[in-house]
């Protein structure tokens, strides 16, 4: 009988210990996707400022702007990580546009706010790449956990799942 007590003790310490570390994975990858979503915001911030710089030279490109402040608010309104990515790539190209069309404006071009902006921009991504990249490392580390047995069989009692990786368009 005592030997059957210690077994249950035994067991019951290893599902809460399970039970903890998968809170403590989906807390990682939640704090790992905040880091994204910090440098997202501040991107979202400065486009506003961007195209308020641009559109003082570069009066004849209209559907640029307009584009750019409505993908803008297509990732403010992102609902789901991958949907921001995707939001975030597609804002990307039209602001790679809006570089391009700053070749044709020397004012603009030599803007010192819209250079610095363009940087701001540039860390800005810079930094998302390396956010993305530790998102789906964590990711990995949570999912293997959770696929791993006796691990899987206890985790799936509790509701826990896998997480989705953010995808990337090769172009990014």
């Not at 939640?30 to 961007?50: E, G």
């Not at 750019?68 to 190209?93: D, F, G, M, V, Y």
Request: net charge negative; proline share 2%; with cysteine.
């Amino acid at each position: 009988m005592k030997i059957l007590a210690i077994l249950i003790i035994i067991l019951g310490i290893y599902v809460i210990y399970v039970y903890n570390k998968a809170l403590q994975w989906e807390l990682k990858v939640s704090n790992s996707w905040a880091q994204i979503s910090v440098q997202l915001k501040a991107k979202v911030n400065i486009i506003p400022n961007l195209v308020e710089v641009s559109k003082k030279y570069a009066v004849y490109e209209k559907d640029l702007f307009v584009s750019i402040t409505e993908l803008r608010q297509r990732l403010i309104n992102s609902e789901s990580a991958n949907e921001n990515i995707k939001n975030n790539s597609e804002l990307n190209c039209d602001i790679d546009k809006l570089y391009i069309l700053a070749e044709s404006y020397p004012e603009l071009k030599a803007n010192e706010t819209f250079l610095n902006l363009q940087n701001q921009i540039t860390e800005i991504e810079e930094k998302i790449a390396v956010y993305r990249q530790f998102y789906n490392d964590t990711v990995m580390l949570h999912n293997r956990f959770m696929q791993t047995f006796p691990h899987n069989l206890i985790v799936k009692f509790f509701g826990h799942n896998e997480i989705e990786y953010l995808k990337f368009d090769i172009n990014d």
